[in-house]
């Protein structure tokens, strides 16, 4: 059974087992504000550069470093659903548990000559919506409670950033600025958060010739410095839409592994067979099958599926 009649057979069962859904709770009213769905687990931090990093990152003698430290507001981010390191012990923690211990395997499994680095996870959906933004955050805040990673969490939305947005961060530069000026290193951008195994890669500046710059050398290269600047860094991208962009398809050939993101009782079998129609061909592609309701009145769950 190929992976879209695989995703086609688990949106049946989860369509019939879920006939009736209850109101949205705060958590969906605060996320829907924002044009995304919630999902969830939080928790951690800002990698701190190893000698051998920070050599690197101050290779340019006339070049200072400049990394910025942001502080994540955790309790708006509890109030919106989503889930922190100091929030207990939530089902939506429980389910993020889940979902990421799958990509944390392969993430640092022995590597085939050819494979592309498989601490690169890209998370997306078919449209927008579905929740790939907050579960790209809660997917990068579950891994950051790990005792021995740390996650990087790139914007590569660059048509509509979210993520800053999101965790109610002003604009900063990033991805799109470092792409288009060499003279700009990764620590001039990145933005290390109080969370001590957290950082953050914005989307910068946006610019008309996007899916030119992700499909560049200079993204290759980039996307090779970051997967393996730190052997214990796993990097969440949150792309675009699969089916609206460009974007998403070039992005998805520099990953190691895709998450993509399916809202229950919402997106479509045809949106679903069409989007996996687009990532043929790429491996360890996943779904997380997002604010499904596995009985009436019971609070949301997400749902990961291995193609």
């Known amino acids: 059974m190929s992976i879209i009649e695989k995703a086609a057979s688990r949106i049946d069962l989860r369509s019939a087992a879920a006939a009736h859904t209850p109101p949205q709770d705060k958590a969906d009213k605060a996320v829907d504000a924002l044009h995304e769905a919630p999902a969830a687990p939080a928790a951690a931090g800002t990698a701190q550069p190893t000698p051998s990093a920070r050599t690197a990152e101050t290779a340019r003698p006339a070049q200072k470093s400049s990394t910025r430290r942001v502080e994540l507001d955790l309790d708006r ?172 398809r070039v992005l998805a050939s520099h990953m190691g592994q895709i998450a993509m993101v399916v809202e229950a009782q919402t997106t479509t079998q045809h949106a679903v067979k069409e989007a996996l129609h687009q990532l043929e061909g790429y491996p360890n592609v996943n779904l997380i099958y997002n604010k499904t309701r596995e009985f009436p009145g019971i609070e949301e769950t997400y749902d990961y599926h291995y193609g």
């Open 77 to 248: 981010m509890r109030d919106m659903g989503m889930v922190t390191a100091a929030g207990g012990r939530t089902r939506l923690l429980e389910d993020f548990r889940v979902i990421k211990r799958p990509l944390i395997q392969r993430a640092f499994a022995e590597r085939k000559p050819g494979d592309k680095p498989g601490n690169l996870i890209m998370v997306t959906s078919s449209l927008p919506g579905e929740g790939k933004t907050y579960c790209a955050i809660n997917l990068a805040m579950s891994i950051a409670m790990e005792l021995d990673h740390t996650v990087l969490l790139v914007d590569a939305d660059v048509a509509r950033t979210s993520v800053l947005r999101a965790l109610g961060l002003p604009a900063h530069r990033g991805l799109m600025d470092i792409l288009l000026d060499d003279k700009l290193d990764m620590a001039d951008v990145m933005l290390r958060t109080n969370v001590d195994t957290l950082s953050i890669l914005p989307a910068g500046t946006s610019n008309p010739r996007a899916t030119e710059l992700l499909a560049s050398s200079a993204m290759s290269s980039l996307v090779n410095e970051i997967a393996n600047r730190y052997p214990d860094r796993v990097v969440i991208f949150d792309s675009p839409p699969l089916l609206l962009t460009s974007e998403s």
